[in-house]
């Protein structure tokens, strides 16, 4: 079911940054723990970083840790993330997706995303 929508997806150089938004129409995302996840071609769906929707305590996957950072603006109703520093390796469809409880696993999620497509190259 999508309720969500990502954007700013794009090409980037190497050791460039990009800022994802993620929206929900239909509901309020501040009652929501909302997480990043990326799935690269031929590779399975990963968890990058999840903020917690009770104190928005912030977690992330080692491979982005120090690079990509995850902030929520209530009043926008958005969540964002942050891209520094990117790799080829970050090239995938980036998805974000909303649910009860912070976690990295995306068989605990029922909301997501269409993705949107980040490219790193040169």
């Known amino acids: 079911q999508l309720a969500l929508a990502e954007s700013g997806g794009g090409l980037v150089q190497p050791g460039g940054s990009l800022r994802l938004s993620c929206i929900a129409p239909?509901?309020?995302?501040?009652?929501?723990?909302i997480a990043w996840f990326r799935q690269a071609p031929g590779k399975e769906r990963e968890g990058i970083g999840v903020i917690d929707r009770t104190d928005d305590q912030t977690y992330y996957a080692e491979s982005v840790k120090g690079r990509f950072t995850i902030s929520r603006d209530n009043a926008k109703n958005t969540v964002y993330l942050q891209m520094n520093s990117l790799k080829p390796e970050d090239t995938a469809v980036y998805y974000c997706a909303a649910g009860p409880h912070p976690s990295l696993a995306s068989p605990l999620y029922h909301y997501w995303g269409q993705g949107t497509q980040v490219t790193v190259s040169s």
């Open positions: 239909r509901f309020t995302l501040d009652y929501a723990s």
